[in-house]
């Protein structure tokens, strides 16, 4: 009994094995219309999905499909996507989704981890030239700068990952780009100005989600106790280079 096929692939061998001559032509026929409508969605500039490659490799493969069907001319492009999604694309795709907090959130958190930490160096350098000048003090005052440094290092690491410290401890994620689609073009909104937006998008005025995925969960704390983690070795580090510098006039 006949077996009926049940791809393109073993109609083309039905085909050519009833009629080699016509089974060619079917196959031609159905390779340039599919050559066709990948031109037409993908490759034209100003397509539906028109892809992200270089101008001369589009034109070539253009050139190329207007006298060939073989499929290993798109093997370029393929190389060329795959590359994009695993240097750029999917990489900045998970960053984004693991991310918890607006741009604007993550650099007030950024930034305060870099005043904390330069405030650091600053009060332990006062500690060490100015305080002795007033009253004999030990250099073990300077123990009392590690949590500046430790913290401050902290929010800067987690900043480094897209993410906020204060948000991760508590699982708490803003809203996604996509999810403020519709907010951001509402009427209610357009009509603020710039800087009420701006200030809007603020963790403490914005609304917080709760993280409901178990795994990115996970994920989020383990950051948040790898941002710690790192905090606490730098500060340590920095409290005993600078205990052991001979800079101390006091005891």
Known sequence: ???????????????????????????????????????????LPGSPKELNIPSPMRRKVLDAITISTDPKIFAPIAEHCHLLLKSCSHRNFIRLGVSNGTFETICVATTLGIVLTLGGF???????????GFRQCSRWRGIGIWPMWSIGIGLILSGLRGSCFFLLLFSRRQPLPWERFEEDNSQATKRKNTFIRLVSRLMIFDRKLKVKDDNLRRLQHKVVAQSLLGGALFATMMVVVFLCLPIWKGL
């Open 1 to 43: 009994m006949y077996d009926r096929p049940f791809s393109f692939a073993e109609k083309a061998r039905a085909a050519e094995e009833a009629d080699p001559d016509k089974a060619v032509n079917q196959v031609e026929i159905a390779r340039r219309a599919e050559i066709e409508i990948i031109k037409k969605l993908f490759l």
């Open 122 to 132: 600053m009060a332990m350098l006062l500690l060490a030239f100015v305080s002795p």
